[in-house]
Each structure stands twice: as C-alpha cells, then as structure tokens.
C-alpha cells in the first residue's frame, strides 16, 4: 500500500494536463531510478498504468546502482511486469534488446556530501554516463531525453542575476573539489546540446533548485533533510551556521509535474529551471518554520558552532533563487507552500 500521501501526490501529478497518452505502448529507460526525484518520476508512470494507460501501458527499465536498495525502494510494485530494474553503471555503456521510446537521465550524486569523499563518482555519472545514454537515444531514435542538471550550472552570479533565468552564468572553480557537481553539470548540459545539434536528439535539461518530499533520505548531508529527520524524531534542530543563506524550496509532487512537463512539451535543445520563487526562505526562517509546524513536540532550534570534523562542504553561494519564468510559459506552476510541503514530507515518513 502507498502512503496516503504517495497517493494524494500522484493522483495530483496524472491530474496535470499533460499529454500523458504519449507513454501508451512506449519503453521508459530512467537511469538512478531509485534516486530520490526519479524515483517519484516512475511511481508517476507506475500509476499512469493504473489510472490513465490500461489498454497501452508504459513500461518502466530503471537502471540503478545497487538492486537490492532498489527493490526495497519500489517493494510496493513487487512483481509488476511494467517495472523491471537493472543493476547497471552508467559509466558503462548499456545495451538494450527492446525499443527505447524515452530517456530520462537522472543517475547521479546530488548531495554535499559526496562531492568531498567521491568527487570522481560524482561526476563520472554526468558526463560518462551521458555519453553512453545518448549514443544509445541516438541509436534508438528515442522520442525524448531528459537530462537532470543542477542550479548549481550558474555558478557565482552577482545579486543582479538573482532570480537567475537560464541565460545568466557567474565562475566556477575549476580547481575547488566541489565544482566537481556544478562542472560535470555544465559539460553534461553542453554534451545534451551538442547531441542534438549534429544527431537531432530531441534533449531538454531540467535545472531543480532544493527539492523535499516523501522518499528523501534524511541522512544525506543537505540542512534541509537533516531537520525534517529531527522534526520526524522529536529532536531539537541544531543550526551548524548562522542560517543566513538564501534557498527557494520546491516540494517534490510540483517538481515532478514540471519534470514531466518538460520532457513531454520542453522544446529541444533548451534548459528549464524548476523552483518555487514564493518560497524562497533563509536556512533559519526554514528551521523556524519546521519547529514550529507541530507544537506538541516542543522543539527548539538551536545554535551550534560547526567544526573541520564536520563532512559536509557548505556551499559558496549566500542566496540561489531561480526565475521560473520559461517553464511557466509552458503552463506549468508551483502551488504548494513551504507550510504545507513539509508538514506532508514529515507526514510521510514512520
């Protein structure tokens, strides 16, 4: 059984007017299928069969690094014949013996923590692994492919940029190990580009600001996770900085309708941001709000000096906030507040 509010979510996102008839009878290969946002993207298509694609379903091939987190994160499809996972590195070229329609590029670190302890993992899947799957779109003919890139792509942008539309960049440094993300990103975007150019893939990009919802880990390093497994756990939040940063944070069900709304009328060839603007909060006023959202549990927010022994690499960047302005003219738009988000986040979790 899905979490209520699993269901309440996805029953939203197929409610989206998106022509959702497109997957009928087609192949799905989405690669990181058990990370965090791809795997909401498959639990979307998973429940397209139920309600919308029953005389033609969709079948999903996720392609994911280690099979038995996978099958534990999709337990609930147990035995469903739409779904078959793969345990597959895409640094590795892949090889299909069926059609593959669409392609939805997802596999790869996104949090913090990875970017000191693995910054050749992290961006082996990104370019490497972008490499092999669109030699394979481009020897399938495949419909679409969706890349996942990052806001981190824009780099060091002067507080004029900020909203920063797809068209504003600032540096990147090369020699810093955490530009290992945010440079793989950018060659992964231009590799998408360049693909289409001289093959005619049809490449859209998706650039998610800080996305939360149901299935997140709460131990990956990001401040935001970390306080949802506090709230989750009755334990005050513990604040490592001042909190002064500026993050816009999107909730995952008005991220994945806009992942889908690109893939499905993105035009090729272009870079979407996806964020919510309205809930643009600093990391206190976010910890603020989290304590407050249930009282009962009495918890406070409190300041605690962060050390060298701390893994997670705080990021150089004072405020992000992405302008929504080009995927909004596509008809997509947030509608969930940071409020609500989070309560139904915390709500989703044992």
Same mark, same amino acid.
């Given at each position: ?154 780099? %060091?942008?002067?507080?004029?940029? *900020? ?5 504003? =960049? +600032? @540096?990147?440094?090369? !020699? $810093? ?21 001289? %093959?005619?893939?049809?490449?859209? *990009? ?5 996305? =939360? +919802? @149901?299935?997140?880990? !709460? $131990? ?131």
């Amino acid at each position: 059984m899905r979490h209520p509010v699993v269901e309440d979510d996805l029953r939203r996102i197929a409610g989206a007017p998106l022509p959702w008839s497109a997957f009928a009878g087609k192949t799905v290969l989405v690669s990181g299928a058990a990370g965090f946002l791809p795997a909401y993207m498959v639990e979307t298509l998973l429940f397209l069969n139920e309600t919308h694609l029953q005389k033609g379903p969709v079948k999903i091939i996720g392609l994911v690094r280690n099979q038995e987190g996978a099958q534990k994160r999709f337990a609930h499809y147990d035995g469903r014949p739409d779904l078959v996972l793969k345990e597959h590195d895409v640094c590795q070229p892949f090889q299909s013996d069926e059609q593959i329609h669409f392609i939805i590029h997802a596999a790869s670190h996104a949090s913090p923590l990875h970017y000191r302890r693995d910054p050749v993992g992290t961006l082996g899947p990104n370019v490497l692994g972008t490499h092999h799957l669109l030699s394979l779109a481009n020897a399938y003919h495949a419909e679409r492919f969706l890349f996942f890139s990052s806001g981190d792509v824009y780099g %060091h942008v002067s507080s004029a940029q *900020i909203p920063t539309k797809e068209t504003e =960049y +600032g @540096p990147l440094d090369p !020699l $810093d190990v955490r530009s290992c993300y945010g440079e793989s990103k950018r060659m992964g975007e231009n590799m998408c580009v360049s693909w289409h150019h001289q %093959h005619g893939i049809p490449v859209t *990009i998706v650039r998610p600001s800080h996305t =939360y +919802g @149901p299935g997140m880990r !709460l $131990d990956d390093g990001r401040v935001f996770a970390d306080f949802v497994a506090d709230v989750s756990a009755g334990r005050d939040i513990v604040m490592k900085s001042d909190g002064s940063a500026r993050r816009t944070f999107c909730y995952l069900a008005d991220a994945v309708e806009a992942f889908f709304t690109v893939l499905l009328q993105g035009k090729p060839g272009e870079a979407y941001n996806v964020s919510n603007e309205a809930c643009e909060r600093s990391i206190l006023q976010l910890a603020e709000i989290l304590a407050s959202l249930f009282p009962e549990k009495g918890i406070r927010v409190i300041e605690q000096e962060r050390t060298d022994a701390d893994p997670y690499m705080p990021s150089p960047f004072p405020r992000t906030c992405l302008d929504t302005t080009k995927i909004r003219s596509l008809g997509w738009k947030p509608t969930t507040s940071v409020e609500e988000g989070f309560r139904r986040t915390i709500l989703s979790f044992p």
